[in-house]
């Protein structure tokens, strides 16, 4: 018959190109060998691209299926398998027209010598002859018998091939092969649905190493989101875009990544790849904003101002350290984020500042922007002496003095502070916060109030709020120490309706409820 003789001259036909026994044996492969010829091919040419997964996809032709089309995606061999040998194919189009490489992913075998020598396929752990189910590769599974030889030398019991796993980098570089070639370019278009192309992403994961770099081996083929595209990895994730080109993420950065909604979240796509930072952190940066792993520790997404002010400072080596929390929202308007050592607070009509430190746990005490405060108004600011600092909010001010003691101010006693010049006043460092007491009878009327010491006690002094008045005052000095000996506010001068002032023949004078003091220097 003509089908016959034509199945006959094909076979003839193959057996030249390929020289399955000879190249068998020049591999060293172990044991006999026992394979089809994959006719499809032969009696059925077709193009490159006559379908998704190329020639010799049907489970008549021979073939073995795709690693990936058995393997939830996974282009690796699986569990219960190994990697026994491999071919290639030149001019490989899904390569980039360079040499893609085939490995053959044999099963394994509880024990050898069941009749087929070094093969053991009766015996062979959950390898059982069937068709593969893909999309398009229909190939079989757990068919072929036969070893290549040039993987995993010391393994000398082995079972059919399970499945082929797909690399544009050479096998030697990223498992445990030789690099003994063999080339066999009928397989040059066989492909599956879950496989991608020579794209953007492919070229870059092919640069790093394909399964022997930190990604590990492709799961599924790309898919598109937005104007990205988008393809997994055992071990993270690349991106691409025209904007950005491609970048890979790892670790918890691809985890927080994809919680927060990746490319469609504030972030928009990464600009890096996830880099290990030198004390074992990892990092990662995007369009508008990172994403930071502390060492051993929990990733976090940082984005827009929250971003910028962070960068500003130095990043993850600055005062505020890694982050500890996203950018989030709150509720009374603004967003803020926290770090190691601090935080960052965008209010709504407040830029980015950031607190450290001290005065950071000062703060958070107050309950943050939600307390007596606000949010800042300035970053943590060294003061004139060089040696204390300050933090300056919407409703008042956190002093750190030089012996590292820390007092906030606010309302109207935190006002009259900062308008007098805060630390650089007369008054200088506050020795207590705003503090509240009663000076009527009944315990009902209150006032409130903050002293300060500017060197030495006879230089101190205070800040005080009169009951029901809006304006507090501040009193130093001689004159703050004679009032303290007249009784101060429950004395008979009262409560002060004016700071200390000084005159032009250089009289210092303050005026209280009921009188004034003067001193003559």
């Not at 509880?110 to 059982?128: D, I, M």
């Amino acid at each position: 018959m003509v089908t016959e003789r034509l199945v006959n001259k094909a076979s003839e036909l193959l057996s030249h190109r390929l020289g399955r026994r000879g190249f068998l044996v020049r591999t060293a492969v172990v044991g006999s060998a026992l394979a089809t010829s994959g006719l499809d091919y032969v009696l059925k040419p077709q193009s490159a691209y006559a379908s998704v997964c190329g020639s010799g996809s049907s489970c008549s032709s021979g073939w073995t299926a795709m690693c990936c089309t058995i393997h939830e995606g996974v282009n690796q061999c699986p569990p219960g398998s190994f990697a026994g040998g491999w071919w290639k194919a030149d001019g490989a189009s899904l390569c980039g027209g360079k040499a893609r490489y085939y490995i053959d992913c044999q099963g394994e075998c509880t024990h050898c010598g069941c009749g087929g020598g070094a093969f053991c396929a009766s015996h062979c752990l959950n390898c059982r002859s069937h068709c593969a189910d893909g999309s398009c590769d229909k190939r079989h599974v757990c068919h072929n018998v036969f070893r290549y030889g040039q993987c995993d030398r010391n393994r000398h019991c082995s079972g059919p091939v399970l499945c082929r796993a797909i690399s544009c980098t050479p096998p030697w570089k990223w498992a445990d092969c030789s690099d003994a070639s063999a080339t066999d370019n009928a397989t040059r278009t066989h492909s599956a649905s879950c496989l991608s192309g020579w794209t953007h992403i492919a070229k870059r994961y092919t640069a790093l190493g394909s399964q022997g770099s930190v990604l590990g081996a492709s799961v599924n083929g790309e898919h598109t989101s937005g104007h990205a595209k988008i393809q997994h990895y055992v071990h993270g994730r690349m991106y691409w875009s025209q904007d950005t080109g491609a970048h890979y993420l790892i670790g918890r950065v691809v985890h927080r990544y994809d919680v927060i909604g990746q490319n469609h979240s504030p972030l928009g796509l990464p600009t890096s790849d996830a880099k290990r930072l030198p004390d074992h952190g990892l990092a990662a940066h995007f369009q508008h904003g990172a994403i930071y792993e502390r060492p051993n520790g929990n990733a976090h997404a940082i984005w827009g101002t929250v971003y910028t002010k962070w960068h500003q400072l130095g990043d993850q080596t600055g005062p505020l350290g890694y982050p500890t929390s996203d950018v989030v929202d709150i509720v009374s308007g603004g967003v803020r984020a926290t770090f190691v050592h601090g935080g960052i607070y965008n209010g709504p009509d407040t830029a980015a500042h950031a607190v450290w430190g001290p005065l950071y746990t000062t703060y958070v005490g107050l309950d943050q922007q939600a307390g007596l405060l606000g949010f800042p108004r300035s970053d943590v600011t060294v003061n004139a002496d060089g040696v204390g600092s300050h933090v300056r909010f919407v409703d008042g001010i956190v002093e750190r003095d030089p012996a590292g003691e820390v007092h906030s101010l606010w309302d109207a006693v935190g006002t009259a502070y900062i308008a007098l010049g805060a630390d650089a006043s007369p008054l200088g460092y506050p020795t207590t916060d705003v503090e509240t007491g009663s000076d009527s009878p009944d315990g009902e009327t209150f006032a409130r109030f903050a002293t300060f010491v500017n060197g030495t006690p006879t230089l101190s002094g205070s800040i005080t709020l009169a009951p029901e008045a809006t304006t507090a005052f501040g009193v130093w000095g001689p004159i703050y120490t004679q009032w303290q000996k007249d009784g101060g506010a429950t004395g008979a001068l009262g409560y002060p309706i004016s700071n200390v002032t000084t005159n032009s023949d250089g009289t210092q004078t303050c005026t209280f409820q009921h009188g004034t003091l003067t001193y003559n220097p």
